[in-house]
Structures are given as C-alpha cells and as structure tokens.
C-alpha cells in the first residue's frame, strides 16, 4: 500500500453527509467504452503534467479531441486555454469548465502512468478534471440531449498564476457568451459519489502580502547606535494576531499567517533589512478589506514606534469563490438526479482553500460544485506527492457535466 499516513481526521474537505453508498454511474448514461477512453485521456495526461502556461502537449490533445468530436474549436486563449463549441439550435448558452495544469513537485507513487516530466505532477486531479469534459463533450456530440449551445472551457494555470482571470480578459465571455458558467473539482477527502456544495462564499479568497523592515544596521552590541529591524519585525508579527483576534467580527471568517521572516547573516551585527511574507484568507470584501487596512495601519504604528522605515506590499490573489443563487440550484438538481438526494450537501462548509475559478465567477453567473471521489478511508489528497486521481469517479463527472446540460439546456 501506500506509504503515505492518512490525514482522515482533518480532511480537506469534510463532508457531513450520512454514511450512505453510491456506487457507480448507469451504463446507459456513461457506457463502458466511454470510461476506458476517459481513463486513456486521464492516464496520458497524468504521464505527461504540464504547469502553467505551458500546457501545449495538454492543449494539443484536447483540441484535437474535440475536433474529431466534431466541435469548433477556439484555442490560444491566455496561451494554452481553448474553448469547444457545440451547437444544437436556438436554447441557452452553457459554459462548463475544467482546468487542465500540474504542479511543481515530484510525485513519488509508483503507478504504471507516473509523471514522465521530472518535478512536474498531476497533483491536483487536473488531469481527470479534463478527461470529465471531454468526456462529456463526447457523450452531447453523439446524442445531443439538449437544446442550445455548449462552450467546453478549458483554463490553463489554475494553480498560483490565474489562468482563469486572463481567459477573462482574453474575452471568454464576450467571445463565448454564456449565461451560466460551472466548475467541478474532485474531492478525494470526500465519499465517493458524493457532492458538496453551497450558494454564496464557498472557497475563501487567498491575498498576499510581503513587509519589508529596514533601519540603520549596528554592532550588535551597541544597539543605541541603529534601528534594530529584528525587533520591530517581531512587533509587527505580535501585533498582526490581533486583527483576528481583536478587529474582526466573531461572526465572520479571517485567516492571516506570516509564513517567512528573513533578516541577519550572522551573530554581532543587527541587520538593516527584515522582510516579512504572509496570507490572508477571507469570505466576504468586507473582512478583505479589514485585513488589508490593519494590516498597513500596524505597519505604520510600528514604524512610529521603532524608528524603522516599513513598507508594505499587499498583492489580491484570488477572489472568494462565490456561487450565484440560480446556477447552484441546476447543480444540485443535476447532482441529485444522479447520486441521489441524500448523496448531496446541498449547505457544506465553507473551505479555506482557493479556486482562480472565481474570476469567471465576477464575469458570468456560476456555481463550483465538489465531487467526492475517495477511493477509501486512507486516500492521499491533493498536493500530496502520492495522490493520484481516481478514475472511478470518471463516469460521475462526466454524467454530471450531461445531466447539467440536459436540464440548463432542455430540449
Ligand atoms: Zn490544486
Ligand atoms: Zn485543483
């Protein structure tokens, strides 16, 4: 088995459904010919991870596919992003997303289709994100179930560099207008064949900042004679716990770390420079906003109170992903008629982690949905350098992506 030491207890993304089973997807819906290609897709993708930008292998793959599928294809959007169209007459316009980027890091399972590409992997189920849409797009090309038009969006970048905000601005939605826009991610700290979701916040908004510390450097022992940037750099730590802690509302949800301090080379000399770096997290432009404001008023109070010169660099990241109210109720119908009532967490928890599908949330009403695709109580999660996505989950995404379709786009 595995090496890795399982984390079941805190789960990425814990789940309060009762225990109860979904197994698989009805051949009728997802066929047995359709997985295996799912699983080739999945597997060729998995060996050869891509990181951002630089999805080209990736890229060429998926169009090819959907041109042999018989769809318009529209690439080169944010570089290696590309756009299917699928039109079947007069009806709404659909934009169902997926993200096809690796990571940097080096996967240490054994599996027959491990990364080829040294200190690049599929860490994060992109992979089997992408080979669900296509699947997708296979099954609606041959049946076409729905009435309408269809854009199969694939991003490029989700991890760190916001692949999803360039497509944006490359004009995704004015190019491929859409009236309703949706994203799925596995979930391997889930049930299998379950899904999780919530209208409003549901992933928070990832910020980060960098503080730079600096002062007249000194001989250590004669600290009188400089601005010791050590000292005040501890202050602006101690006083930054207390913007959660003192400033924000109980109610409401704020997470700021310093992750990194970085001052001195050695034992008798004070250094002229400390750098801090950190995150924030938040739900809600009002908590962004509050961390962000605190956070350079402490700067600047210390900086009066030590003598030290501190600056401040606070870069937005990613926004909160947020689900618009009609397009959670067509993922929930969709997801239910699949798995079940009960198979749905229809008000789950909010989660702390980041999705750059926010960015086409701003642009075009949407809704994230999670699918629970645990292989068991001991399967790896994501960013972990065993994981690797389960490809029995294939066929529930992929009859999710057809039964969204069928019912956004009734025929
Ligand atoms: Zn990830
Ligand atoms: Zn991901």
Redesign the pocket.
């Known amino acids: 088995m595995l090496p890795f030491k399982a984390m079941r207890t805190i789960g990425l993304f814990p789940s309060d459904l009762p225990d109860k089973g979904f197994d698989m997807v009805d051949e009728d819906l997802i066929p047995k010919s359709l997985h295996e290609k799912m699983m080739a897709w999945r597997r060729d993708l998995h060996a050869h991870p891509e990181t951002a930008f630089e999805e080209h292998r990736t890229s060429d793959v998926v169009a090819r596919a959907l041109q042999e599928m018989g769809l318009e294809v529209t690439r080169g959007l944010a570089t290696t992003g590309l756009v299917g169209t699928l039109r079947n007459g007069e009806g709404p316009n659909l934009g169902l997303r997926a993200?096809m980027d690796a990571l940097d890091m080096q996967e240490l399972g054994n599996c027959a289709h491990a990364s080829t590409y040294a200190g690049k992997m599929h860490g994060?189920?992109?992979d089997g994100?992408t080979a669900m849409l296509l699947g997708a797009a296979q099954y609606l090309s041959e049946h076409k179930p729905f009435r309408g038009t269809i854009h199969f969006i694939f991003q490029p970048a989700?991890?760190n560099e916001g692949g999803g905000k360039y497509m944006v601005q490359d004009g995704l939605f004015t190019r491929f207008p859409c009236d309703a826009v949706f994203g799925l991610?596995?979930g391997p700290q889930m049930r299998f064949g379950t899904f999780s979701i919530r209208e409003g916040a549901m992933l928070s908004a990832s910020d980060f900042f960098e503080i730079v510390v600096s002062g007249d450097g000194a001989h250590a022992a004669h600290p009188h004679t400089g601005v010791d940037t050590i000292v005040a750099a501890s202050s602006v730590v101690g006083a930054l716990q207390g913007i959660v802690s003192r400033n924000m509302d109980p109610l409401d949800s704020l997470v700021i770390s310093v992750t990194q301090i970085r001052g001195g080379d050695t034992w008798n000399v004070l250094p002229q420079e400390t750098v801090i770096r950190g995150t924030c997290r938040s739900f809600t432009d009002k908590a962004r906003a509050l961390a962000k404001s605190r956070i350079s008023e402490v700067c600047e109070g210390v900086a009066l109170a030590s003598g030290a010169h501190i600056t401040l660099n606070y870069r937005e990241g990613y926004p909160a992903t947020t689900n618009a109210a009609e397009p959670t109720r067509y993922a929930i119908r969709a997801a239910q008629s699949l798995v079940g009532v009960d198979n749905v967490d229809t008000d789950c928890r909010l989660r702390m982690g980041s999705?750059d599908f926010a960015f086409m949330q701003q642009a075009c009403p949407g809704a994230y949905i999670i699918l629970g695709t645990a292989r068991g109580e001991n399967d790896p999660p994501?960013h972990n350098p065993y994981y690797d996505f389960n490809d029995d989950a294939l066929s529930i995404g992929a009859a999710y992506w057809v039964r969204l379709a069928e019912q956004f786009c009734p025929r």
Do not use: A, L, Q, W
């Open positions: 993200d994060c189920g992109h994100h989700e991890e991610h596995n999705e994501v």
